[in-house]
């Protein structure tokens, strides 16, 4: 059993349990040691489309990690919080409450390319130690600035106080982080309320199940037909057809000269059966990248 399932977690739980309980589906269905794994961690605050990836989809959840993702998120403004959303504590305030022009005139300046400084409450790395687990302890986090790509940004709701806006965005970027400079930028400061991812890469909430559903699809003993195939996660690169032998020396990791292919990365299949993630080189050397298991 190889692809993905998408999730559409709730609000309240993270994405290793959720994980854990698509390990459990797999077991009850006869999967003894089922290979599971996420490509994107969501906080237990926020929800949406989480992308579960089974056996030798796996292999392909670092490139899931590196897609393009897309959000929606409330900002509330004239509170800015600790964590940069609801579960903090208040740490700065404002009077200065921004309208609807304002906020539209803002947002340009926060699309493209931009600079964005990390939260404090993140997982990211610092002197070996977790953000997080220092601004917990309440010590002083100074992270540097990193730069990303908003490639879209919109209001798609607007109540006085709070705007709910839709972001496309790069690998790296950090939605509250965002909202805590839209809402600086504009005189004011601001922390996110709602978060929803709507897309991952390839994967949108139109793929998406619920988790509860799980327990459905266990007690139905069928998987296959939310099961989506593990080449949905190479959408954005082409096929590249090879032969039975050429499938054979690629599964042991060999190269293959002289392929007529333009240089760039592809997914070797022999017929319908995905054989490798490749690259193909300037001098026609076929290198594989990553090699899937499958046989059949």
Known sequence: MHGWIIIDKPVGIGSTPCVGRVKRVLRRLGVKKPKVGHGGTLDPLASGVL??????????????LDATKAYEFTVRFGEETSTLDAEGEVVATSDVI??????????????????????????????????????????????????????????????????????????????????????????????????????????????????DFLDEIASARDLTDKLIPLTAGLDDIPALPVSPEEARLIRHGQRLSGHPAPPGQYFAMDQEVPVALVEVEENGEVAVVRGFNLNE
């Not at 992308?51 to 899931?64: F, Q, S, V, Y």
């Not at 609807?100 to 340009?108: A, G, T």
């Open 98 to 211: 921004p309208s609807l022009q304002e906020i539209e005139d803002v947002l340009p300046g926060f699309t493209g390319t931009i600079e964005q400084v990390p939260p404090a409450f993140s997982a990211l790395k610092v002197d070996g130690k977790r953000a997080y687990d220092l601004a917990r302890k309440g010590e002083e986090v100074a992270l540097a600035s990193r730069t990303v790509v908003i490639h879209e940004l919109r209001i798609v709701d607007f109540q006085e106080g709070a705007a709910t806006l839709s972001a496309s965005v790069s690998k790296g970027t950090y939605i509250r982080s965002l909202a805590r400079d839209i809402a600086r930028a504009l005189g004011s400061v601001g922390h996110v309320t709602m978060l929803r991812r709507t897309r991952a890469g390839p994967f949108g909430l139109d793929k998406a199940i619920m988790l």
């Open 51 to 64: 992308p579960i990836a089974i056996g030798e989809a796996t292999k392909l959840a670092g490139r899931m």
